[in-house]
């Protein structure tokens, strides 16, 4: 039986990363496989964001190097609501360079991302050193990885043969816990989806985003997770009545999979 037919909440008992059992079996709790890309440009804009949705996701993403005042004290209380609500914090970092740098730039800096984001992610362009790198960091913190096999914008050079890689790779290393991407990718192990631009409303923005419904994103194509922005918090959104309607959309796409 292919993964995309099983139960968040088997797919959780039989994982052995403990990043993707905490994740599945949130998602099981809260009936819920939403992600807010909560890009916000303040302390005070993010931590009310979180609050507020936060009962309605799976995962919170970040963009940590956007809030213009960031403090350690943020991180603090990012940690205080994912346990009030719930959820996994994804440090959307798309970390892109040689082992020995990501490592530095995972582990320290002003950030600090490996000390507080349970799942981050990167590209695999340098090679495969680049997740021995972060791995060196993450696992003994319990962390997981997501590979960006795919991207969701215009023209984007994700495709075919490095897509491929990137299953490969995802493949053999245990660190790695799934992918950004469109589809499901292998049933080699169970490797999550989490894919970005999902919108109900509309088609795309000006700078090449495009966007897809749940219902193709999970029913046809087997992702586990979406990942919602502006549709939940853009102009004129109230984010509580679009996190719901996200929430309930793509809980009902991963039933129609289930039992089809
Ligand atoms: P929005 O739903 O507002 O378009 O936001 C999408 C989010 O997902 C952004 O944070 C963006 O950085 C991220 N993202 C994406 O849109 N496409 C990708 O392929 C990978 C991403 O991380």
Redesign the pocket.
């Known amino acids: 039986v292919s993964y995309s037919q099983m139960t968040y909440a088997q797919r959780g008992k039989q994982h052995t990363n403990p990043v993707a059992q905490e994740l599945f079996a949130i998602m099981e709790r809260k009936r819920s496989n939403l992600s807010l890309?909560a890009?916000v440009a303040t302390k005070a804009e993010l931590l009310a964001l979180a609050d507020k949705v936060g009962p309605y996701i799976c995962v919170l993403?970040t963009?940590i190097d956007v809030i213009s005042d960031f403090d350690a004290d943020l991180v603090a209380q990012l940690q205080v609501l994912a346990s009030k609500h719930d959820f996994l914090l994804f440090e959307?970092r798309?970390f892109a360079d040689i082992g020995n740098t990501v490592k530095l730039q995972y582990g320290g800096g002003i950030y600090r991302i490996a000390d507080w984001a349970h799942i981050t992610?990167c590209h695999v362009i340098p090679g495969e050193g680049i997740i021995q790198g972060l791995a060196e960091v993450g696992i003994p913190k319990g962390r997981g990885l997501l590979l960006?096999a795919?991207?969701?914008?215009k023209g984007?050079l994700a495709t075919g043969a490095y897509t491929d890689k990137n299953i490969e790779m995802a493949v053999r290393n245990d660190f790695v816990i799934g992918f950004?991407g469109s589809r499901r990718f292998t049933e080699e192990r169970d490797l999550i989806t989490m894919t970005?631009?999902?919108?109900l409303h509309a088609a795309g923005?000006a700078l090449g985003?495009q966007?897809r419904t749940p219902e193709m994103i999970v029913t046809e194509n087997g992702s586990d997770v979406i990942?919602?922005?502006?549709?939940i918090y853009?102009p004129g959104k109230d984010p509580v009545t679009e996190a719901q309607r996200y929430r309930d959309a793509g809980w009902a796409a991963y039933e129609k999979r289930l039992f089809v």
Not at 150 to 153: A, I, K, P, Q
Not at 227 to 231: E, S
């Open positions: 890309a890009d993403k963009h959307d798309k992610n960006l795919e991207m969701s914008s984007m950004i970005p631009g999902v919108g923005d985003q966007y990942i919602v922005g502006r549709g853009g």
